[in-house]
């Protein structure tokens, strides 16, 4: 497969978005594209006509006639791009400090962000871009292949800020750099217009403690995995595995609607039989890192399957920190990690109370949920015993994620409570109610 045509990198000003994406730009030979430009050439092109910032209506009306485009450099000056409005290269006059410090407020007019993002998408649907921006994955350009959320703390972006106006001969207190910092963060994420937050399927990468190089090697990882296709083993596993369910049962799957493009993607399940792990395998379109239990490694033809595909074993009732450290590094990796909640199978088939497992992990690393809703795999052996084929369905849900980050001390337990709870809330409403043991509704 060919890399990702359309790549979107989004985050908080100083969390390494313009560095990282100019970096990937290159190596992929792609348009480094920080969209950021835009706002700053409609506050450019405003001050240079005597336009106050504030006046809302002119600045949008301004933002809507302009006409304005960036392409690869022009000339070989150290410029990142070149960007022209209405034909003339402003590609610098962009820097200037009264640009920087008027920008916020002209990107936070809602007819501005929809003129500019309709510019924006011109110039991404082209292909072969990295763009970079506040909310290149969830609305300009959220068929992109591959996005990439950048967010470090406000102490360390303010740092990266002072020191990079150091260098350039530039005199700012770093006080005076947080609290614009500050001020900024709360405009971009309170706004009405496309507030700044990940997208659903956005692999999140806090860089507060990484330098540049690690970020890059991450990035990398992800840009492989996603351009790569599956191992070969485990591509003929789940090719094996759909032609034994279409060649022995009646297998449907709803929902591919829900599908998101990619990782990094957190996965869950309810559990009722020994199936339920191939069975989701085959349902989605990528490849899955798989936990199962110990257990299931004994199983005729279900652990022969989970010990070739390589899952990753925990053995039940323990504690196993190398188990939490390699699921997580699956969703740093932007993978796919599966995992059935509930943590053993239900002897009654029907919903038990889930384990705090998987919350745990989503909100620990933020990633995205995808609830997947099995019916009929209790039915299986009984089913072929009678020489008939089982009616086995694969029900997708919507995406979701957990409210985070994950707290410490006394109330990380209610969060994960809760959390468990809202996840096997999702699984049950994509079975019918004979399923929904414990997770029944009252009255």
């Known amino acids: 497969m060919p890399y990702p045509d359309m790549i979107a990198i989004d985050g908080p000003a100083a969390a390494g978005k313009s560095t990282v994406g100019e970096l990937l730009a290159k190596e992929l030979q792609y348009l480094y594209f920080d969209t950021g430009v835009m706002y700053r050439a409609v506050t450019w092109a405003a001050l240079q006509r005597g336009i106050p910032i504030t006046d809302e209506e002119m600045v949008s009306e301004l933002a809507e006639k302009v006409h304005i485009d960036v392409r690869q450099p022009a000339v070989e000056d150290g410029r990142q791009y070149t960007v022209y409005l209405d034909g003339l290269d402003v590609t610098w006059d ?116 990484l330098t540049v190089n690690q970020v890059m090697q991450r990035i990398n990882q992800i840009v492989k995995q996603r351009s790569g296709a599956m191992s070969f083993k485990r591509r003929f596993l789940v090719n094996l595995m759909r032609g034994l ?105 029907t919903l038990e109370r889930g384990r705090k497992g998987a919350a745990y992990l989503a909100l620990k690393s933020g990633a995205p949920i995808l609830p997947i809703g099995l019916i009929g795999t209790e039915t299986v052996y009984s089913s072929l015993a009678r020489l008939r084929r089982p009616h086995l369905t694969a029900n997708i849900g919507p995406v979701f994620r957990l409210q985070g980050p994950l707290a410490r001390g006394a109330a990380r337990g209610p969060q994960l409570d809760a959390g468990r709870d809202e996840i096997m809330r999702r699984i049950a409403a994509l079975l019918p109610e004979k399923y929904h043991g414990v997770y029944a509704r009252k009255g």
């Open 245 to 349: 369910l279409r060649l022995f049962s009646h297998w449907e799957v709803h929902g591919r609607e829900n599908l998101p493009q990619g990782g990094p993607l957190l996965v869950v399940f309810n559990h009722m039989a020994h199936f339920d792990g191939p069975l989701v395998m085959a349902s989605i379109p990528w490849e899955m890192e798989a936990i199962g239990l110990s257990d299931l490694w004994s199983v005729p033809i279900t652990g022969q399957l989970l010990r070739l595909y390589g899952a990753i074993m925990v053995h039940r009732d323990e504690y196993d920190r190398e188990v939490l450290r390699r699921a997580l590094q699956v969703l740093a990796e932007g993978k796919v990690l599966g995992l059935a909640p509930e943590a053993r199978m239900s002897p009654s088939h």
């Open 94 to 209: 962009l820097r200037r400090p009264e640009v920087e410090r008027q920008v916020s407020p002209v990107s936070a007019y809602p007819r501005v962000r929809a003129a500019l993002s309709a510019q924006q998408r011109r110039i991404g649907l082209q292909g072969r871009v990295v763009m970079v921006g506040r909310d290149i994955g969830t609305i300009v350009l959220p068929e992109a292949a591959l996005k990439i959320y950048l967010d470090a703390t406000a102490e360390e972006r303010a740092k990266r800020r002072h020191r990079e106006k150091a260098e350039r001969g530039q005199v700012f207190q770093y006080e005076d750099i947080l609290g614009d910092m500050r001020r900024r963060d709360k405009i971009d994420s309170e706004r009405d217009a496309a507030p700044l937050h990940p997208a659903c399927d956005a692999v999140v990468i806090d860089t507060t403690n």
